[in-house]
């Protein structure tokens, strides 16, 4: 079996992959209700909250166009903090359902700009929220959201996270750091497969919602809410299977312990780099400290070709990792480490890069 090792899907157990197998349940019925009952309360524990949170059948977009719909206004006013792919689609969304939204940029490998966040809020009183990203999975850097979170609470601002490739490996208190609205998806730290989002609602956050008028009718929080109170069911048919997935794959993460869970992405997060520099290769992140966790970028150079690359350690060596996107593509590969993953798995991946690394070019060039 290949190693999966791209930032999602993740590779899933094999005590999800047979909890997934089980017949279907009426998902009206009490059975499925108890079900998601205790997957919400273990993931709540996860997410390390007392706040509202509910289970959206569609990928992590799903869950951020959700958060977009549900929060705002047509016209309002959003400071959208982006340092990758997945922050400008985030501010995209914000701007497809007509929020008026100003854009804080980095430039890729460097975290956001505290001091520009400020200096934002200040300069244009009426901003209603900051939407972010924790972990910018396209390069690899995770964002330093606490003090984010505290300049947007500070000024009374909503703040929205899209924590879709940290939450569950990189610590993200939600409560602690009262963070508005957070969304993640299944197929990111959480082993199971694609198809479903989880988002965390405060109640400065459902204040907003009673006010927000961009139109909402799959994605609305307060139909969500309705009948998870009445009933403990979803307003639509949810992805039945991926919740019997998530009952053994949350018993594993609270088994485990939530400090070593984090304390293990970090440890394989740093063998990754580790190994990689031991290789001559550069992480695209040069400062440590904002290296992500979960997913490990390295810059394209030294006359690699990195296509290639990807498959060789495909073709030859059953190592699956991921290219640079958009702007990034051939300049960057990462390697996904979150999930299911042990350093047994990253080593196979550097004794992998070891052997592909000169077939691909790498070395050919200064
Ligand atoms: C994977 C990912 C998403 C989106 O996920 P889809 O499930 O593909 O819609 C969003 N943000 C980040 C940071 C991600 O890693």
Known sequence: MA???????????????K?????????????YAKLQREVI??????????????????????????????MLSPGDKVLAVTVGAFGDRFANIAK????????????FGKPADVAAIKKALQAEPKIKAIIVTHNESSTGLTNPLEEIAKIAKDAGKLIIVDAVSSMGAIDCPVDKWKLDVVVTGSQKSWMVPPGMAFVSISQDAWKAHAE???????????????????????PW??????????????????KEGLPNVFARHARIAKLTREGCKALGLTPFVADEKYASNTVTAITVNKGLDQKKLN??????????????????????????????VADKDIKEVLDALKLALPKAGFGSAK
């Open 96 to 107: 497809t359902y007509g929020a008026d939204v100003t854009i804080i940029k980095s430039e």
């Open 212 to 234: 927000a008028k961009i139109p909402r009718f799959y994605w609305d929080f307060t139909r969500a809410k309705k009948i998870y109170e009445e009933k403990g069911q979803n």
């Open 311 to 340: 498959k060789i350690l495909r073709d030859e060596f059953q190592v699956v990792i991921s290219g640079g996107q958009q702007a990034l593509e051939g300049k960057i590969f990462r390697i996904g480490h979150l999930g299911w």
């Open 3 to 17: 190693q999966l090792r791209i930032p999602g899907p993740t590779p899933c157990p094999e005590e999800v992959l």
């Open 19 to 31: 909890a997934m197998s089980r017949q279907m349940i009426n998902h009206r019925g009490d059975e």
């Open 41 to 70: 309360a273990k993931l709540k524990s996860v997410f390390q909250t007392q706040n509202d949170l509910y289970l959206l059948t569609g990928s992590g977009t799903g869950g951020m166009e959700a958060a977009i719909v549900n």
């Open 237 to 254: 048919t949810p992805a039945v299977s991926i919740v019997f997935g998530l009952q053994p794959a949350l018993d594993m993460i609270l």
